[in-house]
T-cell receptor, first 111, second 119 residues
Framework: QKEVEQNSGPLSVPEGAIASLNCTYSDRGSQSFFWYRQYSGKSPELIMSIYSNGDKEDGRFTAQLNKASQYVSLLIRDSQPSDSATYLCAVRAAAGNKLTFGGGTRVLVKP | GAVVSQHPSWVICKSGTSVKIECRSLDFQATTMFWYRQFPKQSLMLMATSNEGSKATYEQGVEKDKFLINHASLTLSTLTVTSAHPEDSSFYIC???????????????FGPGTRLTVL
């Protein structure tokens, strides 16, 4: 079992709709959770970080964390073609230093 | 967000030569810097973790004598690919973990990456 799992996609979303991305992790001791966006040929860009249970909103993005169920999700509202990218979920354990990445979910927003 | 720079952004070199890549955190001090490699259409692969003033910790399968990492200060880390070969051609990305307290205490930012092509 992979430590951080994501559906590879592609997740096809009409422009203006909500894109919902999920990520599950296996280490119950994980404390820090991140969503990165990576365009083809570019490096990852931090979108959201979340550390406690519940929702965290930043613009069109909402991250949701449920530690009991060991999942973290990302919602993208009013999806735009420019949101088409691969979204990486990353998790850090409490005592850890390095991030563990999921394989990424490719999102395609169609006009 | 915090800024991490990398130089050069791309490099082409002949087989057998060495290439140095610099990674700088521009507006913050990084407790730790990480070096990743990414081949086309594949996931990020962590190569090594480095802390200022100490030896880097390499991931399994990464040759430490081939990929030399120097972490001279809290804002600068370098990766030197020694005796590069075509199979070393890849996208090398550094990342820095923020040292500041508060909301950004545990955040990690990526540099723009360096595309290495070895002929």
């Amino acid at each position: 079992q992979k430590e951080v799992e994501q559906n590879s996609g592609p997740l096809s979303v009409p422009e203006g709709a909500i894109a919902s991305l999920n990520c599950t992790y296996s280490d119950r001791g994980s404390q820090s959770f991140f969503w990165y966006r990576q365009y083809s040929g570019k490096s990852p860009e931090l979108i959201m970080s979340i550390y406690s249970n519940g929702d965290k909103e930043d613009g069109r993005f909402t991250a949701q964390l449920n530690k009991a169920s060991q999942y973290v999700s990302l919602l993208i509202r009013d999806s735009q073609p420019s949101d088409s990218a691969t979204y990486l979920c990353a998790v850090r354990a409490a005592a850890g230093n390095k991030l563990t990445f999921g394989g990424g979910t490719r999102v395609l927003v169609k006009p | 967000g915090a800024v991490v720079s990398q130089h050069p952004s791309w490099v082409i070199c002949k087989s057998g030569t060495s290439v140095k890549i610099e990674c700088r955190s521009l507006d913050f001090q990084a407790t730790t810097m990480f070096w990743y490699r990414q081949f086309p259409k594949q996931s990020l692969m962590l190569m090594a973790t480095s802390n200022e003033g100490s030896k880097a910790t390499y991931e399994q399968g990464v040759e430490k004598d081939k990929f030399l990492i120097n972490h001279a200060s809290l804002t600068l880390s370098t990766l030197t690919v020694t005796s590069a070969h075509p199979e070393d051609s890849s996208f090398y990305i550094c990342s820095a973990r923020v040292i500041a307290s508060g909301r950004k205490a545990d955040t990690q930012y990526f540099g723009p990456g360096t595309r290495l092509t070895v002929l």
